[in-house]
């Protein structure tokens, strides 16, 4: 029942060696040996022996209290959420990447216009470089389409017919999400679904909204890992350190926003996805409510932990992003549970706001990243939080059952491409699935009854405590290496470390997020690293998580990241 802290041990592997692993795994009697030692590694054999008397539970949804006279999410209008506007308006420090409010100022009062913005980050995607450096930022875009939205959007805000703070903002979207005008890949070089005739929900809200959609993002191909190294289309840079991964899957999206290119992209996380790239880029990512958003025109990958979710350059962004993609869709059933989304306490302060930190938990990662999140929640404090001690049983098993949980839906997900060849995949992504096949239904009904077993247990601990936090990631972005780059690379280590405190939620369906908590310098680097703060929330409270990281940033000074591609200039 207690914490027991530590790491995988497992070789790190890529080249050479790497194809050779994947090439016995792939195959029957060694294969079966091979995956048996790594799975025994990985914790999964002594999970079988265990016995959970729990009813398994395969959604983590939580009904909310929903008015009978809300009514499914329509098209954008203003008139909708009054309050946005005030929310974005109502910012007493800026940061170092330019914001919504920066944009909505400039277009209002004539500093620039969308259609000036647009021609800019157009030439930027084109040069597709910084400093001699590839961004490998995005898989797909048109730049005759990102000026024609940016000429609409310049003549509806001429005419004062404006849709909404986001008019004429760019705005990116992961390649796991529907874009219409664009295919669907995944982050794959073979998946080629036809190109869309619609866009997924949450894309088709932003743009509603006036947001110019600049795009598909790049991505850890079918965001089976955690750094973003793509072997197809690069590897988008670090903005804080160009010399280390963006962080993923979601690592186009995080690396853009980093960078101030756009100041929201939408990714999606199923172990980590969205708060991952956000943490390692130095800018902020919510996972909602499991249930709280649409998955219509996402691309089915995790079933039943992943959902999409905003990346931002800073908490009122988050909130805005928030509040316009979250809601019912008559096309994802599990979004008819959850109440409306609003931003309710959103501008308060945290007196009496109660933040639970498991403390062996808290600090099973860099003594470094254990400090800064330490000097976050002192900070948070003296803003009027009070921070209590909590226990939280079984992370251990919660973490197979997670990785069981993914891994399966994931294989699943890919069952036809497989059958087809599966040697079109990257050879990580290819060891990844082809371990799949050992694992059996036996091991996801038993993963299942630990999600019941945790969400029941989170529920007591929330009884304590509004909030539990925790640092986001246990490892700093790892250093980009050059041959590995093109073969891949297998650190089990470094992706277990890096969601060791982000792929709970996705079990239990809670909402949760990542904010800057410092940056700091470790040895031998060149520049500062970020350092994530994670709080994770009741279900269906995203707003207190917004509230906290609004007072999180305003807390913290964050500086211009070494990559900046902002196409407004912030003095």
Not at 360 to 373: L, N
Request: hydrophobic residues 40%; glycine residues 10%.
């Amino acid at each position: 029942m207690h914490y027991h802290p530590g790491s995988v041990e497992a070789p790190v592997l890529s080249g050479g060696a790497l194809r050779a692993l994947t090439a016995i795994i792939e195959g029957p009697v060694p294969g079966r040996t091979l995956a048996r030692s790594m799975l025994r590694r990985l914790g999964v054999e002594d999970f079988r022996t265990r016995r959970f008397e729990e009813t398994p539970r395969f959604q983590p949804l939580v009904p909310g209290n929903r008015p009978e006279t809300d009514q499914p999410a329509s098209p954008w209008r203003e008139e909708k959420y009054p309050a946005a506007l005030g929310v974005v308006e109502d910012s007493t420090k800026g940061g170092p990447l330019p914001t919504v409010l920066d944009y909505y100022r400039a277009y209002r009062e004539g500093g620039a216009t969308p259609r000036e913005v647009a021609g800019t980050i157009a030439a930027t995607i084109r040069e597709d470089s910084f400093e001699g450096a590839p961004l490998h930022a995005f898989i797909a875009w048109d730049e005759e389409d990102v000026l024609r939205q940016a000429e609409d959007s310049s003549l509806r805000i001429a005419r004062g017919q404006a849709r909404s703070v986001l008019e004429g903002v760019p705005v990116a979207i992961k390649d796991e999400l529907d874009a219409a005008g664009f295919p669907t890949t995944v982050g794959t070089a073979f998946i080629r679904d036809p190109i869309k005739d619609r866009d997924a929900f949450v894309v088709q809200r932003l743009r509603d909204a006036g947001a110019i959609i600049l795009g598909k993002t790049n991505m850890h191909e079918i965001g089976i890992g955690v750094t973003g190294l793509n072997p197809f289309y690069g590897t988008p840079l670090n903005p804080c350190d160009p010399g280390r991964y963006p962080g993923g899957s979601s690592s186009g999206s995080g690396m853009v926003v980093g960078a101030g290119l756009c100041p929201l992209a939408l990714g999606a996380d199923g172990g980590g996805s969205v708060r991952v790239p956000a943490a390692f880029c130095g800018v902020l990512g919510l996972k909602m409510t499991w249930g709280r958003v649409s998955t219509a025109g996402e691309y089915p990958l995790g079933y039943t932990v992943g959902n999409n979710g905003p990346i931002a350059a800073s908490a009122r962004d988050l909130a805005l992003a928030y509040v316009i993609t979250a809601g019912a869709d008559p096309n994802d059933p599990s979004t008819a549970s959850g109440p409306p989304p609003t931003l309710e306490g959103f501008l308060e302060d945290l007196e009496g706001v109660r933040i639970g930190v498991y403390t062996p938990w808290f600090e099973d990662c860099r003594r470094e990243i254990a400090e800064a999140g330490r000097a976050m929640l002192e900070r948070l404090s003296a803003a009027g939080a009070r921070v209590l001690e909590i226990e939280i049983p079984g992370l251990e098993e919660l973490r197979i059952a997670h990785m069981i949980t993914i891994t399966l839906e994931m294989g699943a997900s890919m069952d036809a491409y497989l059958r087809s060849g599966a040697k079109a995949f990257g050879l990580e992504t290819r060891m990844n699935l082809a371990l799949a096949r050992h694992l059996t239904t036996s091991d996801y009904i038993k993963a299942q009854q630990v999600r019941a077993r945790m969400m029941d247990r989170l529920g007591e601990v929330f009884r304590r405590v509004d909030v539990i936090a925790t640092p986001t990631t246990a490892n700093f972005p790892p250093l980009l290496r050059g041959k590995r780059l093109q073969s891949g690379v297998s650190d089990l280590r470094n992706t277990l470390e890096t969601i060791r405190f982000t792929a709970p939620a996705n079990m239990t369906g809670n909402p949760a997020l990542s904010v800057p908590a410092g940056f700091v310098n470790v040895p031998g680097g060149k520049y500062p690293v970020p350092v994530g703060l994670q709080c994770i929330g009741r279900h269906w409270e995203e707003p207190l998580l917004l509230r906290i990281a609004r007072v999180a940033e305003e807390s913290l000074e964050r500086p211009r990241p070494p990559v900046y591609l902002a196409p407004l200039r912030k003095s």
